[in-house]
């Protein structure tokens, strides 16, 4: 029973990996965004976009996982926003 557990254990270990390296990635590209935003005035806040983030991602999922999903992409949406916003923060 344990080498099975340690063995999906492992495997979460990998999948976390990649989602930390992806996570990095993205926070990254919010980087740019938000100097774009800057640039042209533009709101940090853009709840339709998020809405429509959402929507895509959802969509074809049962409701426990658009459920989690979407809990999981509104933190990460609460964090993006916090970045760009300190960015701005930062240039004043």
Known sequence: MH???D???TQID??????????LQRMQVVEKVAQLKREES????HSEREDQILQR?????NSRQARSLEALYRKMFEISREAQSCNEKEEE
Do not use: H, P, Y
């Not at 991602?57 to 999922?61: A, K, S, V, W």
């Open 14 to 23: 990998g999948i976390d990996d990649q989602l930390a390296e992806l996570f």
């Open 57 to 61: 991602l959802t969509e074809g999922l």
């Open 42 to 45: 533009i709101s940090v806040l």
């Open 7 to 9: 063995a999906l254990r």
């Open 3 to 5: 080498e099975k557990l």
